[in-house]
């Protein structure tokens, strides 16, 4: 694959954050994603946060599995480290990388089927954990690197591009997060910037693993009708007379909306999806007040989104395991390596 390097040269009159960057110094090469996929709209939201926030990018980790919502962290945050894992793998690499090196700010990205199916363990053990990163669902319900099939978040009742029903109940991200016992739960719309970029600082600066489950519509595989998450169907009375794919460019959706109210949100196939934005008044400490306001919301076919929990006392893996203040990467091999005749004491005590 061929990646396109955006321009070094900047306008002078670009804001500069309290470290001296601007915003394009936070972003990545050019996307190679569809026109329009929601995909992009978190990027954007990702450099905004990071930016605001003034990290310095080469203090960053980026982690990330399998599928179009892995690829992301090649459009954010050129100069930060960054590994592209296997699928599902994402969550054993962030906690092996912030065991090692606690000095730097980790970002997680995956996708509803890499978390949710093949890398449903590896999510619930850096729950456990409570690795210290942030931790970005981005949800379109599909597999859109292998056409569209059904992923673990597709609706009930919905159907595939090629029509088939699904007949299996949602896994919630956000309901298993909390049952897990996360302790920062979110979520949020890919087009609603204004509640996204906010959500994002706060996870950077939570102490743990901070979820955010981002709705995220997918605009290549929502031309069918009957997906919950789709748009217009473009090849029906198509004659095919050679193999061959488009994607027709789609226009980003967008929204703003007041906290307390819901908001229907139409897809590019005239479908509509319901977000409810929190109310002021929201006790976001209380994990059963969040699992059951979540549930209430979803049978009234709502996505609930927002700061949906964080625990005011959550300590991070490093507390729990009582680890020194030094990152163990800079720790010199004989303090990391105590010699044979300890690894024998401590072979003696197992035998």
């Given at each position: 694959?061929?990646?396109?390097?955006?321009?070094?040269?900047?306008?002078?009159?670009?804001?500069?954050?309290?470290?001296?960057?601007?915003?394009?110094?936070?972003?990545?090469?050019?996307?190679?994603?569809?026109?329009?996929?929601?995909?992009?709209?978190?990027?954007?939201?990702?450099?905004?946060?990071?930016?605001?926030?003034?990290?310095?990018?080469?203090?960053?980790?980026?982690?990330?599995?399998?599928?179009?919502?892995?690829?992301?962290?090649?459009?954010?945050?050129?100069?930060?480290?960054?590994?592209?894992?296997?699928?599902?793998r994402m969550p054993a690499l962030v906690s092996g990388a912030n065991a090692a090196n606690s000095d730097i700010t980790y970002i997680g990205v995956?996708?509803?089927?890499?978390?949710?199916?093949?890398?449903?363990?590896?999510?619930?053990?850096?729950?456990?954990?409570?690795?210290?990163?942030?931790?970005?669902?981005?949800?379109?319900?599909?597999?859109?690197?292998?056409?569209?099939?059904?992923?673990?978040?597709?609706?009930?009742?919905?159907?595939?591009?090629?029509?088939?029903?699904?007949?299996?109940?949602?896994?919630?991200?956000?309901?298993?997060?909390?049952?897990?016992?996360?302790?920062?739960?979110?979520?949020?719309?890919?087009?609603?910037?204004?509640?996204?970029?906010?959500?994002?600082?706060?996870?950077?600066?939570?102490?743990?693993?901070?979820?955010?489950?981002?709705?995220?519509?997918?605009?290549?595989?929502?031309?069918?009708?009957?997906?919950?998450?789709?748009?217009?169907?473009?090849?029906?009375?198509?004659?095919?007379?050679?193999?061959?794919?488009?994607?027709?460019?789609?226009?980003?959706?967008?929204?703003?909306?007041?906290?307390?109210?819901?908001?229907?949100?139409?897809?590019?196939?005239?479908?509509?999806?319901?977000?409810?934005k929190m109310k002021d008044d929201y006790d976001a400490t209380d994990r059963d007040q969040a699992y059951a306001y979540i549930r209430a919301r979803q049978r009234e076919g709502e996505v609930l989104?927002?700061?949906?929990?964080?625990?005011?006392?959550?300590?991070?893996?490093?507390?729990?395991?009582?680890?020194?203040?030094?990152?163990?990467?800079?720790?010199?091999?004989?303090?990391?390596?105590?010699?044979?005749?300890?690894?024998?004491?401590?072979?003696?005590?197992?035998?």
């Amino acid at each position: 694959m061929t990646y396109i390097a955006k321009p070094k040269v900047h306008a002078p009159t670009l804001t500069k954050n309290e470290i001296g960057l601007t915003r394009r110094d936070y972003e990545g090469t050019i996307s190679t994603l569809c026109a329009g996929c929601g995909h992009d709209s978190i990027t954007a939201a990702i450099i905004q946060a990071f930016w605001e926030l003034s990290i310095p990018p080469y203090k960053v980790g980026k982690l990330s599995g399998i599928g179009c919502s892995s690829k992301t962290p090649t459009y954010f945050l050129r100069e930060a480290h960054g590994f592209n894992s296997v699928h599902g793998r994402m969550p054993a690499l962030v906690s092996g990388a912030n065991a090692a090196n606690s000095d730097i700010t980790y970002i997680g990205v995956s996708g509803d089927g890499d978390s949710l199916s093949i890398g449903f363990g590896q999510f619930g053990h850096a729950i456990r954990r409570n690795v210290n990163a942030l931790y970005v669902l981005e949800n379109n319900g599909v597999y859109g690197l292998t056409k569209g099939q059904f992923s673990a978040a597709a609706d009930k009742g919905s159907t595939s591009k090629k029509g088939e029903a699904n007949t299996m109940e949602p896994i919630d991200g956000c309901l298993m997060a909390l049952t897990l016992g996360a302790t920062f739960v979110a979520r949020s719309f890919s087009g609603d910037k204004a509640q996204l970029v906010p959500i994002l600082k706060a996870g950077l600066t939570h102490k743990g693993l901070a979820f955010i489950d981002v709705i995220s519509p997918c605009v290549t595989f929502n031309d069918h009708e009957g997906s919950t998450k789709s748009y217009a169907y473009t090849r029906e009375h198509n004659v095919e007379v050679v193999a061959a794919d488009f994607v027709p460019p789609a226009v980003e959706i967008t929204t703003a909306y007041d906290e307390g109210t819901l908001q229907n949100v139409m897809m590019h196939d005239g479908s509509w999806v319901r977000l409810r934005k929190m109310k002021d008044d929201y006790d976001a400490t209380d994990r059963d007040q969040a699992y059951a306001y979540i549930r209430a919301r979803q049978r009234e076919g709502e996505v609930l989104t927002g700061l949906l929990f964080i625990s005011p006392d959550s300590q991070d893996m490093h507390t729990q395991m009582g680890t020194v203040d030094t990152a163990l990467a800079e720790l010199p091999f004989e303090t990391l390596c105590p010699g044979n005749a300890e690894l024998q004491k401590l072979q003696t005590r197992f035998r």
